[in-house]
DNA sequence: ATCAAGATTACCT
DNA sequence: GGTAATCTTGATA
């Protein structure tokens, strides 16, 4: 590791929402077989246990979201339509069930190496269609169903780092993507992302700025 | 045992 | 703008 200190327990173990904004800007350090892929996380979304009729948690604990009871740090991986994996870090205390989807992230280092994860061909596609997406984001690092769990405080396969200060002004808010199946918690301002920055998976809520 | 649905993406017109 | 791909999971019987 470098000169960027690992988040802490008590970053996550916190207020969901909170969590969310400083997740921003801060760096993922994922460690594939000794080749080190980093990242910038660039959107998030809270998804907030038994209050968030779009959360996993909402209806109870089930053998897929179990840990979204356990302490915060930890990694909930989760298939979707059976060919892409979702990366969510867990917050709040042991007994509150939440977490923070991570949608979208900006490659610093290895690049190549995400390019081939992810099956593209940067001569011929553009750099931004890497990581603008949670499916895209955990297929360029290397992360399916055999990273669920991961304590992110202690682990070296993954962990979250400091990296980039982001004040307030520079943080947009929309309600969360593609969660149609409870559209009275769609309403809900709880997606973040870096205003401008190219990664931010592109879609229509993104001119609701508030 | 069966079955519908999904916190998505790539590709098509 | 629309839709196919693809399969684990959770709910119901």
């Not at 960027?4 to 969310?20: A, E, G, H, W």
């Amino acid at each position: 590791m470098d000169q960027y200190k690992r988040l802490s327990q008590d970053f996550y173990n916190n207020d969901t929402l909170t969590v969310s904004k400083r997740l921003l800007g801060k760096r993922v350090v994922r460690n594939l077989n000794g080749v080190i892929l980093e990242a910038m996380i660039v959107e998030t979304e809270a998804y907030i246990g038994t209050i968030d009729a779009a959360a996993h948690s909402y209806r109870g604990m089930t053998d897929r979201n179990k840990i979204m009871w356990e302490d915060g740090g930890r990694l909930y991986v989760y298939q979707i339509y059976g060919m892409y994996f979702c990366m969510n870090v867990i917050t709040e205390p042991r007994g509150t069930p939440a977490g923070v989807l991570i949608r979208a992230v900006e490659p610093l280092q290895n690049i190549d190496t995400m390019a081939r994860l992810r099956k593209i061909d940067l001569s011929k596609t553009k750099p931004i269609a890497l990581t603008s997406g949670p499916g895209k984001v955990c297929q360029a690092l290397g992360i399916s169903k055999a990273d669920y769990g991961t304590n992110l405080i202690i682990d070296n396969n993954i962990t979250i780092t400091e990296y980039k200060d982001i004040n307030q002004s520079q943080i947009a808010i929309s309600p969360r993507i593609n969660i149609d199946y409870a559209p009275e918690a769609a309403k809900n301002p709880w997606r973040f992302f870096i205003k401008d920055n190219p990664y931010v998976s592109r879609h229509k809520n993104n001119s609701r700025l508030f």
